[in-house]
């Protein structure tokens, strides 16, 4: 069974850039036909998609984060990473990853991390 672990700090200073990091076991980031996904939740709202990576390495990003958003992977260590730049409180959340797959135009994401949260603040 695949198993997902958000890491980061979890004070980020505005204006800085968030980094977190999923670390996968139970499978591999490259096993064909599987997206690996940053998804977010700030106090008191509701889930919000940050963007994903495929099993090829390609990449698909919220058109509002697009701007200051990176995902990335380091196949040797089955992590992928998530930069937000220049981030505000606004992007203060608990963020989770989770990897799923791409059916009939959809995305469906059963397994997740526990989550991080991520305090912006100085």
């Known amino acids: 069974q695949v198993q997902l672990q958000e890491s980061g700090p979890g004070l980020v200073k505005p204006s800085q850039t968030l980094s977190l990091t999923c670390t996968v076991s139970?499978?591999?980031?490259?096993?064909?036909?599987?997206?690996w996904t940053w998804i977010r939740q700030p106090p008191g709202k509701g889930l919000e998609w940050i963007g994903l990576?495929?099993?090829?390495?390609?990449?698909s990003y919220s058109p509002s984060l697009k701007s200051r958003t990176s995902i990335s992977r380091d196949t040797s260590k089955n992590q992928f990473t998530l930069q937000l730049s220049s981030v505000t409180p606004e992007d203060t959340a608990v963020y989770y990853c989770?990897?799923?797959?791409?059916?009939?135009?959809?995305?469906?994401?059963?397994?997740w991390g526990k989550g991080t949260l991520v305090t912006v603040s100085s």
């Open positions: 989770a990897r799923g797959v791409y059916i009939s135009g959809t995305y469906y994401w059963p397994y």
């Open positions: 139970g499978d591999s980031i490259t096993t064909n036909w599987y997206y």
């Open positions: 990576i495929a099993s090829s390495g390609s990449t």
